[in-house]
């Protein structure tokens, strides 16, 4: 069972908006800590899609954004596009009882 | 082209030593702004954080594998390695190899900007 909890399976229309939910608590996303989001398309390697809530790497799409507030943290996708669809995982940093580095179980993005 | 590659046998007995190899490329990982870390992924659930390496040898272990994980750096040849102790059907995993960005002090801010493929490791007699 992991640390932070995502729905197991979202999907969307192209062109739609979806949003994948990361849930924590006291010991991780409510201390202030930062969550991440990473993308994990079809035979390839995970990709850093949004760090530090917000920000985007270079060369990620501004249909990507990400929000955090209390123990929870959202990833939202406009425009959704068959390319899109793969796992996403978000990421943030616990107490040294169960981490530090903790993950979501992953959430399946299908494109309908 | 700055990339990571992991290396090992992709079969280990049980109460056996899995042994894997991360070979940086395109870049030096005596760079002071990242840690070298291990990940994996069981079949059917979510990623884990192994433990993590700076280029000086400091390491960070995730407390519920640390008596069976060996994390080390060899910066002469661009690589670190993993080794877990005593494995069982449960280590069957994909096992990643990723850089982890510390450039901000607060550890809570850190997070892993580049992966490799990842290799899969299957424990079986």
């Known amino acids: 069972q992991s640390v932070l909890t995502q729905p197991p399976s979202v999907s969307g229309a192209p062109g739609q908006v979806v949003t994948i939910s990361c849930t924590g608590n006291?010991?991780?996303?409510?201390?202030?800590?930062?969550v991440h989001w990473y993308q994990r398309l079809p035979g390839t390697a995970p990709k850093l899609l949004i760090y530090?809530?917000?920000i985007r790497p270079s060369g990620v799409p501004d249909r990507f954004s990400g929000y955090r507030s209390g123990a929870s943290a959202s990833l939202a996708i406009t425009g959704l596009q068959a390319e899109d669809e793969g796992d996403y995982y978000c990421?943030?940093?616990?107490?040294?009882?169960?981490?530090?580095?903790?993950f979501g179980g992953g959430t399946k993005l299908t494109v309908l | 082209q700055l990339q990571l590659q992991e290396s090992g046998p992709g079969l280990v007995k049980p109460s056996e030593t899995l042994s894997l190899t991360c070979t940086l490329s395109?870049?030096?990982?005596?760079?002071?702004?990242?840690?070298w870390g291990w990940l994996r992924q069981p079949p059917g659930k979510g990623l884990e954080w192994i433990g993590s390496?700076?280029?000086?040898?400091?390491?960070y272990s995730n407390p519920s594998l640390k008596s069976r994980v060996t994390v080390a750096v060899d910066t002469s040849v661009n690589q670190f390695s993993l080794k877990l102790t005593s494995v069982t059907a449960a280590d069957t995993a994909i096992y990643y190899c990723?850089?982890?960005?510390?450039?901000?002090?607060?550890?809570?801010?850190?997070?892993?900007?580049?992966w490799g493929r990842g290799t899969l490791v299957t424990v079986s007699s």
């Open positions: 990723a850089r982890q960005f510390r450039d901000i002090g607060n550890p809570s801010f850190w997070y892993f900007d580049l």
């Open positions: 395109g870049g030096s990982i005596s760079d002071i702004r990242y840690n």
């Open positions: 390496i700076y280029y000086t040898g400091s390491i």
């Open positions: 006291s010991s991780n996303i409510a201390t202030g800590s930062a």
């Open positions: 530090s809530n917000v």
């Open positions: 990421q943030s940093y616990a107490s040294r009882l169960n981490g530090p580095w903790v």
